[in-house]
């Protein structure tokens, strides 16, 4: 059964670095065609993807905020990290991970955390 | 960047009719290697996304014959038959033929 949890401050002030962990079960990260990426989610707006790693450790960022992420995994394969730097109050939003099988049906995400609630305030 | 545009914004529709829900890319999703990669996602409310529709046109594991994906090149369609009232939410279409990801900006479904 795969599953996929997010964890984070809650909150954090303007201009800190935001750290985010992604745990996850029933897959290993060093499956080939394994990605999980970070998407996130301003309340009542849409969908942003941010970053992915792949089962290789390659790194995909979303060139808009590009500058600000670091995408990372852990050796055990099943911890997935994401730090943004700088952060603002547009960065308050809710984020998740999701796995994609890129060697599966489509390499669409198939499963997701439930999410991460995060608020940059002072 | 590919920009998803969905139409419409919002949409009302009794139980028992049919739901269509448009997305047009600002470039073709026709991947080299063959693939069209546009999906459809369902997000109920309080919830994440779910994947309903992969590659376009086909159903993911699990999800109602009642929804059916078309469309090809730029121009999308999601088709929910018969709605019944846990259909409600907001559906995005998503593209991953292009770097970066990109999602619509959604369409709220509501029951009449």
């Known amino acids: 059964q795969v599953t996929l949890k997010e964890s984070g401050p809650g909150m954090l002030q303007p201009s800190k670095t935001l750290s985010l962990t992604c745990s996850f079960s029933?897959?290993?990260?060093?499956?080939?065609?394994?990605?999980v990426s970070w998407i996130r989610q301003p309340s009542g707006k849409s969908l942003e993807w941010l970053a992915a790693?792949?089962?290789?450790?390659?790194?995909y960022y979303n060139p808009s905020l590009k500058s600000r992420l670091t995408v990372s995994k852990d050796t055990s394969n099943t911890q997935v990290f994401l730090k943004i730097t700088s952060v603002d109050t547009a960065d308050t939003a809710t984020y998740y991970c999701?796995?994609?099988?890129?060697?599966?049906?489509?390499?669409?995400?198939?499963?997701w955390g439930q999410g991460v609630m995060v608020t940059v305030s002072s | 960047d590919v920009v998803m545009t969905q139409t419409p914004v919002s949409l009302s529709v009794s139980l028992g009719n049919q739901a269509s829900i448009s997305c047009r890319s600002s470039?073709?999703?026709?991947?080299?290697?063959?693939?069209?990669?546009l999906s459809w996602y369902l997000q109920k409310p309080g919830q994440s996304p779910q994947l309903l529709i992969y590659?376009?046109?086909n159903r993911f594991s699990g999800v109602s014959n009642r929804f059916s994906g078309s469309g090809s090149g730029t121009d999308f369609t999601l088709k929910i038959s018969r709605v019944e009232p846990e259909d409600l939410g907001v559906y995005y279409c998503?593209?991953?033929?292009?770097?970066?990801?990109?999602f619509g900006s959604g369409t709220k479904l509501e029951i009449k």
């Open positions: 999701a796995r994609a099988d890129t060697m599966g049906i489509s390499g669409d995400f198939d499963y």
């Open positions: 029933g897959f290993s990260l060093s499956t080939s065609g394994m990605v």
């Open positions: 790693i792949d089962w290789d450790g390659d790194k």
């Open positions: 470039q073709s999703l026709l991947h080299s290697d063959g693939n069209t990669y």
């Open positions: 590659l376009a046109s």
């Open positions: 998503f593209q991953h033929t292009h770097l970066p990801l990109t």
